[in-house]
């Protein structure tokens, strides 16, 4: 037996919920379970402590059998085109018939952002999948084949394709 954390009752241990309040018993973590927590642990800082060591050179890291590759540092501008990439998406997204239907064919954005090109298919009133062409040029959205033409066609753009799959 064992006392239930909602109401304080006697229930037995086998039991998914208290009969007396509903709730559900807190799981135990038995020390097997503790003891490889602690193993693997105590495993993953010894094979890091050479990097953390005062007066550490790469080298001493050579011997440890994690690999820690080094972070380039953040671009802004990248930063930039990414935000503003979604942000446009987004835009769109939220103004289709659709909007989960929609599929990104490609996103692309110029050096600071200030024009983003986005080629999508979504369904329409009839059912149809249609292919889209929208850019972001001057504050403004715009469908119109003249600004595409002007912002995105035959243009030197940033591929942002990668951004498909988190919309």
């Not at 979504?122 to 062409?133: H, S």
């Not at 035959?154 to 942002?160: C, E, G, I, N, R």
Request: charged share 20%; with cysteine; glycine share 8%.
């Amino acid at each position: 037996m064992s006392t239930c954390a909602g109401c304080g009752l006697s229930v037995q241990n086998k039991v998914s919920t208290c009969p007396h309040c509903g709730a559900t018993p807190k799981s135990s973590i038995g020390t097997a379970t503790v003891a490889v927590a602690v193993l693997g642990g105590a495993l993953v800082i010894a094979n890091l402590a050479p990097l953390f060591a005062p007066g550490a050179k790469p080298e001493a890291a050579r011997g440890a059998t994690a690999t820690i590759a080094a972070k380039p540092a953040p671009n802004p501008a990248s930063e930039v085109r990414v935000r503003q990439a979604l942000v446009v998406a987004t835009l769109i997204k939220t103004g289709l018939r659709d909007p989960e239907s929609v599929t990104w064919q490609h996103i692309r954005a110029n050096d600071d952002a200030s024009v983003v090109c986005l080629e999508y298919r979504a369904r329409n009133g009839f059912g149809g999948l249609k292919l889209e062409r929208t850019t972001y040029a001057g504050g403004r959205l715009s469908s119109e084949s003249e600004a595409w033409n002007k912002n995105c066609a035959a243009k030197k753009l940033f591929d942002l394709d990668h951004l498909r799959h988190s919309l």
